[in-house]
């Protein structure tokens, strides 16, 4: 008789033993299909000259770490030249109503009457 601990155990080996199995036939398919990748250079073909491992790593990595430094610049660089904090956790700008009055909203003019436009969104019920 087995017991309930037993149980999750044998699933979990059965588990295992498939896995391992499936990954061990992945392994063997994909080196068996990597096979003809080592061949010669068929007759009539041009042979390219070698390239130089220093200048294929410079242009590997010289091309992402360009790209990456021109996309912090655009993103970092106008609110450093506006003299805007750019640390992580900085208390935000007040007052960014662009082209908006110099007060701040508790500041604004209250509706003087029913047809005043000054204040609120005009909204009737």
Known sequence: MTSAASRPTRLLRRLLATTSLVLGVALAAALAAAGPASADVPEGWSDPAAVDPLH??????????????????????????????????????????????????????????????????????
């Not at 790593?57 to 360009?66: E, H, K, N, Q, V």
């Not at 990456?68 to 805007?84: D, F, H, I, K, N």
């Not at 047809?115 to 609120?120: L, T, V």
């Open 56 to 125: 294929a790593a410079l242009i590997i990595s010289a091309i992402p770490i360009g790209l990456a430094l021109v996309l912090v610049a655009l993103v970092y660089l106008p609110p450093l030249l506006r003299g805007e904090s750019v640390r992580p956790g900085a208390p935000e700008i007040s007052n960014q109503w662009l082209g908006g009055p110099s007060r701040s909203a508790g500041e604004l003019a209250a509706p003087d009457g029913d047809d005043s436009q000054a204040g609120g969104a005009s909204a009737r019920w």
